[in-house]
């Protein structure tokens, strides 16, 4: 008899995935005594490139085993489910289905494919447990949960075991269930160069070197993590294990944004740009390798993004973690030797598209400045400082010069009627007056 058992689920980092699946199995006459509370995945490439569900089992004699299923195996026991019970099926009759349906397994296993599976995924573990006992207690559902050699010894790319796995607490499971949230899966990327660490901080890299990302920074230097080691790598010597279907940088806004320099920078290629602490440039495009093209006056150019902050807004302090870069990370152009796996290279624009485009947005927007049009950011910042300069403080504290008053013959030549007859009127009284 299969021991009573509670299913959990957890990612490789030994973090709760957040996922509430609600499923109960039931063991011969024993009572409902499993729950599936949360659900996460892990990738793996050996001995191909597929996606795990990860599923933590507690036994009855307090003993927990971490087990792993591949979504065509969860479908491949869905239909042998569904050929058991015909008529629950909806086989014989579809208004007497009560089985829940789950979606084919798609033919390209991308991660993406491999997150959108979680939804439905959750809602047929949720709607198996409302099986009566003839379905929910057979032998098929207990035996798919139980632990199999491989769950306990999975095998790495050079024949051993892998042992690797961190457990969630006890007490992280002694709550009730919560709702459904999305998994924490880190990207897998590829070294395309030989990296030499040059501090502590970063991690040395060889080609073909498989990394998994923690945190991407937008000055260029991402934290990565290589078998054990942990550290900071250039952005530049990685690229995505798996082509991307989208772009993963956006698209250059010539509009710009409005960016003043930190720190002094001197170019070093041709294509950079040198500038001088506070100088206020437009930030055209931002690139993921932290060397933004930026726009000064007419002139384009790459700049690290680290020695940038944003205009007119209070940056907050660096965090420590990175506080020790102070040096801008390499350019994808100074790596000997790149090899990329994907056929299609990361697309990129020559400095001549960017001067051509920028050149020719900002002849537009002059164009269109007698209609309303749309000013870049700087521009408008240069108009500003040379309106009049009547607004200063420091002219602030003048009195305004008084005019002169009007003598009567000049009111009276210049003057509409009406201020004439008020003139005409209060002479002879004055005259009066004084006699």
Not at 193 to 218: A, M, N, P, R, Y
Request: aromatic fraction near 8%; proline fraction near 8%; hydrophobic fraction near 30%.
């Amino acid at each position: 008899m299969v021991p009573p058992l509670d299913v959990r689920g957890v990612n490789r980092w030994g973090r709760s995935t957040g996922n509430s699946w609600g499923l109960q199995i039931y063991t011969g006459t024993l009572p409902p005594c499993a729950q599936l509370k949360r659900g996460g995945m892990e990738k793996r490439l050996f001995p191909s490139q597929h996606f795990v569900y990860m599923l933590m089992v507690k036994w009855s004699d307090l003993s927990e085993k971490l087990i792993y299923r591949r979504y065509p195996e969860v479908h491949t026991f869905h239909k042998t489910l569904k050929e058991m019970f015909p008529i629950e099926s909806g086989a014989i009759e579809k208004k007497d289905r009560t089985i829940p349906t789950l979606p084919a397994p798609s033919w390209l296993d991308s991660q993406k494919a491999a997150e959108t599976r979680q939804s439905p995924l959750a809602e047929y573990c949720r709607s198996l447990i409302s099986q009566p006992p003839h379905i929910s207690r057979c032998r098929l559902v207990c035996s798919f949960f139980a632990v199999r050699p491989e769950d306990e010894n999975p095998l790495s790319p050079n024949g051993t075991s892998k042992n690797e796995t961190n457990y969630v607490s006890k007490d992280q499971f002694n709550g009730t269930i919560t709702e459904i949230t999305g998994p924490i899966v880190l990207d897998t990327y590829r070294v395309i160069g030989d990296f030499e660490k040059t501090s502590k901080h970063e991690i040395t890299l060889q080609t073909g070197d498989l990394v998994e990302i923690v945190e991407k920074s937008t000055n260029g230097w991402w934290f990565c993590q290589c078998d054990t080691s942990l550290g900071w790598v250039p952005a530049s010597y990685l690229e995505p294990l798996d082509a991307p279907e989208e772009p993963e940088e956006a698209e250059p806004n010539y509009a710009g944004e409005l960016y003043v320099t930190t720190m002094a920078y001197k170019a070093e290629l041709e294509d950079e740009l040198s500038l001088e602490v506070d100088e206020e440039v437009e930030v055209i495009h931002k690139l993921l390798d932290g060397w933004w093209e930026v726009r000064k006056g007419d002139e384009t150019g790459h700049f690290p993004s680290m020695f940038l902050k944003s205009a007119g807004r209070k940056e907050p302090a660096e965090p420590q973690n990175n506080s020790f870069q102070r040096r801008p990370p390499p350019r994808r152009s100074t790596i000997r030797n790149p090899k990329s796996i994907h056929t299609r290279g990361r697309r990129s624009l020559s400095q001549d598209a960017y001067r051509r485009n920028s050149r020719r947005f900002l002849q537009t927007t002059r164009g269109d400045l007698t209609q309303g049009g749309r000013k870049s950011p700087l521009r408008e910042r240069i108009n500003q400082a040379k309106l009049p300069e009547e607004s200063t403080p420091k002219d602030q504290g003048q009195m305004p010069a008084v005019p002169t008053r009007p003598t009567a013959d000049l009111i009276m030549q210049r003057c509409t009627e009406h201020t004439r007859k008020k003139v005409s009127v209060r002479k002879p009284n004055e005259s009066a007056a004084n006699h």
